[in-house]
């Protein structure tokens, strides 16, 4: 089903046409950032944007993993959140990738049809220009997922998408890469070894604490620069600044 409730039609997905999510507002009450622009959890995901910012003083484009040890730990609704945090400070343009082959979720919580994306894109079936959509929201722009591959590692570690991210660094000041759980996929921890840094997207009171440090040594020893954590949980949104209580 997609997330309007219409069963897709049959055979390869559509290419993207980049303005048909324009006009389509965002309806999910998870993304505070919509929905309640002046909530706790919308100022808690500014403070996490001021964070990183002040991580990256020359304003340089960036790109950031959002992983998460296990499933469910809310990682694609802070990248949405977050890039639409990032997207209010005057000039700056923000790409989300669902680079979630296994269960992509960027569409849906964004109540948008699904279209071509990332995986026909490192397949050279369709273009940047037919893969990117803009969104509802100004300067904040999104490569969905798309047809979920066999191979996600392969095509998830491959020059291509080291290349991709170089290419989207060009056109992007920050580039948000919504990832499967890190802890029984690789592939969070391949595009950490390729990115800028890596956000860990921890649910408070869930995930014990020896499993999400497990986690942040594993993406480090790949090669990830861990930037923080984004805690999640309930009604609990905080970012914490690399060095700050470690
Ligand atoms: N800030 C929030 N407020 C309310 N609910 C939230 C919030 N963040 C996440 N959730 C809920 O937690 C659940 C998981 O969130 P999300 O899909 O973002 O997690 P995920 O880490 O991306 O999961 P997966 O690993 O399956 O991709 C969803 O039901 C979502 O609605
Ligand atoms: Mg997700």
């Known amino acids: 089903m997609s997330a309007s409730g219409q069963i897709p039609p049959a ?5 993207a046409d980049p303005d ?28 996490l944007r001021n964070s990183i910012q002040a991580l990256n003083p020359d304003g340089a484009p960036r790109s950031i993993v959002m992983a998460s040890a296990v499933r469910g730990e ?26 979630d082959l296994h269960a992509p979720a960027l569409e849906d919580y964004l109540g948008l049809p699904h279209r071509a994306g990332l995986s026909e894109l490192l397949g050279g079936r369709v273009g940047m220009d037919r893969a990117i959509r803009t969104t509802s929201v100004p300067n904040v722009s ?57 956000l860990m997207v921890v649910r408070l009171g869930s995930t014990p604490r020896h499993v999400v440090e497990q986690t942040y040594n594993m993406l480090e020893n790949m090669g990830g620069n861990v930037l923080g954590t984004c805690l999640t949980g309930g009604s609990v949104v905080e970012g914490k600044s690399k060095y700050a209580g470690r």
């Open 142 to 198: 999104l490569l969905a997922a798309g047809e979920l591959p066999v191979n996600s590692t392969e095509l998830i570690g491959s020059d291509r998408m080291r290349t991709l991210i170089g290419a989207c660094k060009q056109r992007y000041s920050y580039i948000l890469i919504d990832t499967p759980e890190a802890l029984t996929i690789s592939d969070a921890a391949l595009l950490g070894s390729v990115s800028d840094g890596v």
């Open 11 to 15: 055979g390869p997905l559509q290419p």
């Open 74 to 99: 809310g990682k694609s609704v802070a990248t949405i959140n977050l890039a639409l945090a990032l997207a209010e400070v005057p000039g700056t343009h923000v790409l989300m990738i669902d680079a």
């Open 20 to 47: 048909e999510a324009r006009v389509v507002p965002i309806r999910r009450e998870e993304i505070a950032m919509a929905l309640a622009p002046r909530s706790r959890i919308a100022e808690q995901f500014r403070a």
